[in-house]
């Protein structure tokens, strides 16, 4: 039997049962515990159950880069596969998340990645996948940590801190508006 998606206490509704389920998830996915890792990767499958394309942008990032070290850590993938899987996570978090900013006009993604304080050297690991030689392993992997970095920071840390179902750049956008 499908479980009914919750409602926090702003009437948004959100795919997790409660903040308890929030909190587990959270620590688990930044757990150095493989197995709690998946746990939380699970969950958060339900979760894209209930939600569907409305899974926010960040859980899907993070679900993705934590899927990518804990087929790194099994060693069932050669590099070139591990390659492969961690570059096109990190290109659809920077696509993703930029996308989200994007205007009537095209901004380009080396300024808006700047304005949400990702550096430059991530955007330029994203268009090196994308469009010219693959980088080596090391690089998607420090890539993939400091990515995972900055979602905690960014969107999974504000989270535990307010409400689960406010707009994650909700402060960016009403500055953005202000304009």
Known sequence: MKRKTSIEKSGR?????NKAEWDQVTEYLYSTDSALQKYALHRISAWRGRFGNSTPVAVESTAELVRCQVLDASGQLDSHELVLLYGMALVR??????ERRQKIVTIPLRRLASQMNIPEWIVNLRHEITHQKLPTLNWCRKGCKFVLEWLQREYWSRQLNGSLAEPWDSESEEEEEEE
């Open 13 to 17: 509704i959100v795919a997790w049962i």
């Open 93 to 98: 978090f920077v696509n993703l998340i930029t």
